[in-house]
């Protein structure tokens, strides 16, 4: 039990450098201008329509916090590290006075969704079939499918979608290509809502997928025909054990180890991918967000997804590294 | 080096595919210094025209010659993709070899950071980027931008190839020997580095041309010169899909994705010859 | 004079066993094992020695059916009595061979110390090797493998630890009574020991004679330490550069060692009170991919004569029980 919360500790610090490394880059960017970015702001904010007095003067003290410009430059630097632990981004400024916060609240469910289920299906099948081919070497059926996996794999996440986009919107129209469910329905609970939201999800999974099941089958591959000419495989094989349960229990449990990690490594690229994906769908997630965001000068909402995206994707490193001893009895031992 | 290049070109149709597809898209990224047209000109022919002589790929809505507009974009973006890897293979090679030699706590430390690179999501950080740098963001600071960010992965497998030669009985020998340390390392290390630097150069250009197609195509980078991701940018501002001028989007995307193939195919290829159960197959040339 | 090999559990006749590679346009042959012919009788130990890369690890790998390319069986035949059953090993379809795999015949690999599962418990190994085989409702299995664990003096606590939770002499003799718990008739053993510390090696050795008495069966034990194979093995056979070059009794070799390798290989070993030095033989084992002519052994040879760089030597019988393959040892000289 010692060993796990050592590992539990030294985890948690690296989660903790990594939110620190990446917010920081964040503060750094946002120095790069040497103009004063929060007057530019507020007056193209501003002149969205009549705002009072107030919610100016409230704008621009959120601002120049954000933006690190009040004080000296430790006191910049300790403004905004409070702001940005406590969540608090001030007011939108596209879609004032709403808080970044809630626009970002209502958004990541969305994309949380979608990161969850394209992740899981694509490292499932990835690994399932990659581990398949290596095994099964001859099969002319899982060769088909490498070449097929492979082939999508160097295409950006951008291009898949958009030709997802061309033809089952336009060439053949099936299926949705904005939004996340159907527009007029109400948000509940229920069948309708649910079978809504999974039809529009559709698309957006299924480029995501697309994209992201060559890696994990190349690898996975490659991993499992590394396994086969282990000692224990052969050992099992010799000992004319059944085919299947070496499959199983000694190559695909030992090749999976390492695409758990890869897994959390990949964290990063795969949630770069779902941006784009929300774009071209129109998908209300935060990528979808982020973007309006850029295009609508609103600084404070592009902070806010930046710095919640960071500690997103690292919590969610940390939650499958925390894991990881649960699936690899050495672990423990070190 | 060379003789690796020479025996993959013969043995490994992998690589030679790789290099048939790349040499043809440089061939057109060449053919942009007989471009009869400046990049940056527009209405210099008649616009809307589907692929015919003399404008074999079409025309496009801002009255620009598809082809020539495609040499000068992949060019472009060729090159784009090219500076990024140069300049963090410096990083990574750095980070990497530093790491791998000198093992403990250094080591350690390196490797912190260096996988909080790898687990922040530099996509929204280089929008980050483009929003405060606005007009004054120019393909160099783009550059420059991601080649600060992108070393992180590559870092690591240099690293673990600087490990595994640090500790091999070679390197003991060498160095009882009484070779100097930089002797030892450009003598007998680097034919093991220069292969993976290699492939993870081309896997590193196919990322940054990727992301340089995603930040243009959302109009996030400057959007005078001509590349690849610029092109299709214009393309959605012209709606030319609705309008029917697929032309000015199919061939940009198809040059990119043999791009992206080719290099891909470079890479695969380069990592499956320094396998060493491969190697130790071929030993005895 | 030949022993029939109607009794024999093992018989090897004319094996070759080569790896053929191409890959980057270089073709390679390399003749590990090159016409071998051997047997092994019931309750027996026939030890396999010689130096690294002499093709002893290949042959055994041969007769445990547990070669895969680009190791393949160019020639020659593999056969097994088991009981009143006979087999050819290469002429058995997957599935027959999967029936008598570790049932009649079982393998102790080179390297025992990495052929557990790491991800499991040892109590999986044996449910996966053997339950089959057993053929008895699971708590009877794992009473059975229990007790059979417990004559081998090994704690029956040991089949819920994960393999890197034991040590590496543990590990062995885990391996061996897996090895060993369905009974097989014959167990070929590669080098189990030579990872281990001495005194652990000691005791291992010890206990897979006490086995192989208890159970009867036949073995194939290989290693290049001499040492070893004086105490264990009944018969020994000595290879070199992939050619079997001398067989007999243990104690004949040792005593009358007749083939110049063997003799050398004997010579090498230390004996108390004994103060000259070792000598090491000049030269280096031949390229199996590109042997010389005639006898293997002719460039490092102190008796070579013409003959030897022009023929091959066959087997032949110097005794009832003693056979060697050297023109020199056949014309009666002196080893």
């Given at each position: ?36 970015p ?74 949380a ?65 904005t ?44 991993l ?5 000419s ?84 690292s ?20 | ?70 040499s ?23 980070v ?18 260096n ?34 960010l ?8 240099i ?61 996030f ?65 | ?5 109607t009794q ?115 109590r999986s ?8 085989h ?38 062995q003799?885990?391996?061996?009574a ?29 206990m ?41 009794l ?17 010579a ?26 005639g ?41």
């Amino acid at each position: 039990m010692r060993a796990y919360s050592l590992y539990l500790f030294r985890r948690l610090v690296q989660f903790v450098l990594v939110v620190f490394i990446g917010v920081n880059i964040a503060y750094v960017v946002t120095h790069a201008t040497p103009i004063d970015p929060v007057e530019q702001t507020v007056s193209a904010a501003t002149s969205f329509g009549s705002t009072s007095p107030e919610a100016i003067a409230m704008m621009r003290q959120s601002l120049r916090e954000l933006y690190g410009l009040e004080g000296g430059p430790l006191q910049q630097y300790a403004a905004f590290w409070k702001r940005v632990a406590v969540g608090d981004f001030g007011p939108s400024l596209s879609a004032f006075p709403t808080p970044v916060s809630q626009l970002i609240a209502r958004a990541i469910p969305w994309t949380a969704g979608l990161l969850t289920v394209s992740t899981l299906l694509t490292w499932v099948i990835g690994n399932l079939l990659g581990g398949l081919a290596g095994y099964y070497r001859r099969s002319a059926l899982l060769r088909f499918a490498g070449i097929l996996t492979m082939g999508f794999h160097p295409i950006p996440y951008y291009i898949v979608a958009f030709v997802l986009l061309i033809v089952f919107g336009y060439v053949w129209p099936v299926l949705p290509i904005t939004g996340g469910a159907e527009m007029n329905l109400a948000q509940a609970f229920d069948t309708t809502y649910a079978g809504s939201v999974l039809v529009h999800s559709i698309l957006p999974v299924a480029s995501l997928v697309l994209v992201g099941l060559g890696g994990w089958f190349m690898g996975m591959r490659s991993l499992v025909s590394n396994i086969v000419s282990e000692d224990y495989v052969l050992y099992a094989e010799l000992a004319g054990v059944d085919r299947r349960r070496i499959l199983t229990s000694y190559v695909m449990r030992n090749a999976l180890l390492p695409q758990v990690t890869g897994l959390a490594m990949s964290l990063g690229a795969i949630f770069n991918g779902a941006i784009i994906t929300e774009q071209v769908f129109g998908y209300p997630g935060i990528g979808f967000l982020l973007v309006g965001a850029v295009h609508a000068g609103d600084y404070s909402l592009v902070l806010g997804v930046t710095a919640v995206s960071i500690v997103a994707v690292s919590a969610a490193v940390l939650l499958i590294d925390l894991l990881y001893p649960l699936l690899d009895p050495r672990v423990k031992a070190q | 080096m060379l003789k690796i290049l020479r025996d993959l070109l013969r043995y490994n149709r992998e690589f030679a595919a790789g290099v048939a597809l790349l040499s043809f898209v440089v061939l057109v990224a060449a053919a942009s210094f007989f471009s009869p047209y400046p990049a940056a000109d527009s209405f210099v022919v008649p616009p809307d025209l589907p692929p015919s002589w003399p404008h074999v790929l079409g025309t496009n809505s801002r009255g620009q010659d598809v082809f020539w507009q495609l040499s000068f974009a992949i060019r472009n973006t060729l090159l784009f993709g090219f500076s990024v890897a140069i300049l963090s293979r410096i990083i990574s090679l750095v980070v990497g070899l530093v790491a791998g030699y000198a093992g403990g706590m250094v080591d350690r430390v390196l490797m912190s950071i260096n996988d909080s690179f790898i687990v922040i999501p530099l996509f929204p950080i280089l929008v980050l980027f483009y929003f405060v740098m606005r007009e004054r963001m120019s393909w160099a600071w783009l550059a420059l931008a991601m080649a600060a960010l992108g070393w992180a992965y590559d870092a690591r497998l240099i690293r673990s190839v600087a490990l595994s030669l640090r500790t091999r009985e070679f390197t003991q020998t060498s160095i009882f020997s009484g070779m100097s340390m930089r002797q030892i390392l450009v003598e007998e290390h680097l034919p093991y580095v220069l292969p993976i630097v290699f492939s993870t150069t081309m896997n590193n250009i196919n990322w940054s041309i990727g992301l340089e197609v995603t930040l243009s195509v959302l109009g996030f980078t400057n959007v005078d010169t001509p590349t690849i991701g610029m092109m299709i940018y214009w393309a959605n501002q012209h709606t030319a899909l609705v309008a029917g001028i697929w032309w000015w989007i199919a061939f940009p995307v198809a040059l990119v994705v043999m791009t992206f193939i080719g290099l891909f195919l470079l890479a695969v290829s380069m990592n499956e010859y320094i396998d060493p159960r491969s190697r130790l197959a071929r030993m005895g040339a | 004079m030949a022993p029939t090999g109607t009794q024999a559990v093992l018989t090897v006749e004319g094996l070759r066993a080569y790896y053929q590679v191409n890959t980057y346009g270089i073709e390679r042959e390399v003749r590990a094992v090159d016409d071998v012919s051997l047997h092994v009788n019931a309750n027996e130990i026939y030890g396999l020695a010689g130096e690294s890369s002499c093709g002893k690890t290949t042959l055994v790998k041969t007769i445990a059916a547990a070669i895969r390319p680009p190791l393949r069986v160019i020639a020659g035949s593999v056969s097994y009595r088991f009981g009143d059953r006979r087999v050819g090993l290469y002429d058995l379809d997957g599935k027959e061979l999967a029936e008598i795999r570790w049932k009649h015949l079982s393998y102790i690999m080179q390297g025992s110390m990495s052929v557990l599962n790491p991800l499991r418990r040892v109590r999986s190994s044996f449910v996966d090797f053997a339950f089959r085989h057993i053929g008895k409702p699971m708590p009877e299995f794992l009473s059975i493998v229990e007790t059979h664990l417990k004559r081998l003096h090994l704690e029956p606590s040991v089949l819920d630890a994960y393999p890197h939770e034991l040590s590496g002499g543990m590990r062995q003799r885990v391996t061996i009574a897996l090895a060993t718990v369905c009974r097989p008739d014959f167990i070929a053993a590669d080098e189990p020991t030579t990872a281990l510390d001495v005194v652990v090696q000691k005791s291992v050795l010890a206990m897979i004679r006490e086995t192989q008495r208890a159970m009867g069966a036949s073995m194939m034990f290989v290693t290049h330490d001499m040492a070893v194979h004086a105490n264990l093995s009944d018969r020994l056979g000595i290879m070199y550069a992939g050619r079997l070059v001398e067989e007999g009794l243990t104690g004949e070799v040792f005593r009358r060692p007749a083939h110049p390798y063997t003799a050398h290989l004997i010579a090498s070993l230390p004996r108390i009170g004994d103060t000259h030095s070792r000598e090491g033989l000049a030269g280096a084992p031949p390229n199996l991919a590109d042997p010389p002519t005639g006898c293997r052994f002719h460039s490092r040879c102190p008796l070579a004569m013409d003959a030897c760089k022009r023929d091959v030597p066959e087997m032949a019988w110097i005794s009832d029980t003693h056979r060697v393959a050297c023109f020199a040892a056949k014309t009666g000289a002196p080893a």
